[in-house]
């Protein structure tokens, strides 16, 4: 197996699943709780990764990010060198990418939390950040769990946004599915079986937490 594919792939899922965490919990916040009419709008951009061709999408980032687009050439001028095809520019895609799967879990559970006991808390004069932080957070931890792990999963499995974006550099955005792609072209079914059937073990170990946390087996697990 290539353990350097490996390594990229969990790193970059790694820290797709943390910044979507930071950055999607806000976002879930707003579309759980905003009255504003058309709200509906913002939801649909968040989940249009899920039906947006991955070549489509990352194309699209592609020329966003390329030396050609405003932000590409600020980031050029400021770092150095072009974002595309660079671990930094797999890692904004894949954010992107994956960004329905952790707020739409991270929205569902919120929805959940009783409104009486949020209302009551901001009647007593807890603030809103407090309150989000000690009542909301703690009430729908399984959906962020959820949310997390199911970004670090899809970021795992991707292939059609990290070949548009990332291309195929050997340590930096040679991911295990690219490595799979190169292996089963040049014939090598061996290594291209051991490595997609790790990613099969993975992929399955990481479903049964979600489906664990959700089912909340450890509730009956016989207390010493």
């Given at each position: 197996?290539?353990?350097?594919?490996?390594?990229?792939?969990?790193?970059?899922?790694?820290?797709?699943?943390?910044?979507?965490?930071?950055?999607?919990?806000?976002?879930?916040?707003?579309?759980?709780?905003?009255?504003?009419?058309?709200?509906?709008?913002?939801?649909?951009?968040?989940?249009?990764?899920?039906?947006?061709?991955?070549?489509?999408?990352?194309f699209?980032?592609?020329?966003?990010?390329?030396?050609?687009?405003?932000?590409?050439?600020?980031?050029?001028?400021?770092?150095?060198h072009?974002?595309?095809?660079?671990?930094?520019?797999?890692?904004?895609?894949?954010?992107?990418?994956?960004l329905?799967?952790?707020?739409?879990?991270?929205?569902?559970a919120?929805?959940?939390?009783?409104?009486?006991?949020?209302?009551?808390?901001?009647?007593?004069?807890?603030?809103?950040f407090?309150?989000?932080?000690?009542?909301?957070?703690?009430?729908?931890?399984?959906?962020?769990?959820?949310?997390?792990?199911?970004?670090?999963?899809?970021?795992?499995?991707?292939?059609?946004?990290?070949?548009?974006?990332?291309?195929?550099?050997?340590?930096?955005?040679r991911?295990?599915?690219?490595?799979?792609?190169?292996?089963?072209?040049?014939?090598?079914?061996?290594?291209?079986?051991?490595?997609?059937?790790?990613?099969?073990?993975?992929?399955?170990?990481?479903?049964?937490?979600?489906?664990?946390?959700?089912?909340?087996?450890?509730?009956?697990?016989?207390?010493?």
């Amino acid at each position: 197996m290539n353990w350097i594919a490996i390594w990229v792939t969990f790193k970059l899922a790694g820290l797709t699943a943390l910044i979507l965490l930071i950055i999607g919990l806000p976002i879930a916040y707003w579309v759980s709780f905003s009255r504003w009419r058309w709200k509906f709008i913002v939801e649909s951009v968040v989940a249009l990764p899920l039906v947006l061709p991955p070549t489509v999408l990352g194309f699209y980032i592609l020329v966003a990010i390329g030396p050609r687009s405003p932000f590409g050439r600020l980031y050029a001028e400021l770092i150095g060198h072009p974002l595309p095809f660079t671990f930094e520019g797999l890692l904004l895609a894949s954010i992107l990418y994956s960004l329905p799967f952790a707020v739409q879990p991270f929205a569902a559970a919120f929805d959940q939390v009783d409104r009486r006991l949020i209302e009551t808390s901001w009647t007593l004069g807890v603030s809103k950040f407090h309150t989000f932080f000690k009542l909301i957070v703690p009430l729908s931890a399984a959906g962020l769990v959820t949310g997390a792990v199911l970004s670090f999963a899809h970021t795992m499995g991707e292939f059609g946004v990290v070949l548009m974006v990332g291309g195929n550099l050997e340590g930096v955005t040679r991911t295990v599915s690219i490595d799979i792609y190169d292996e089963v072209q040049a014939l090598n079914y061996d290594a291209a079986s051991q490595t997609a059937l790790f990613l099969l073990i993975v992929s399955y170990l990481v479903l049964l937490a979600v489906y664990a946390i959700n089912r909340n087996v450890w509730a009956a697990w016989p207390q010493k």
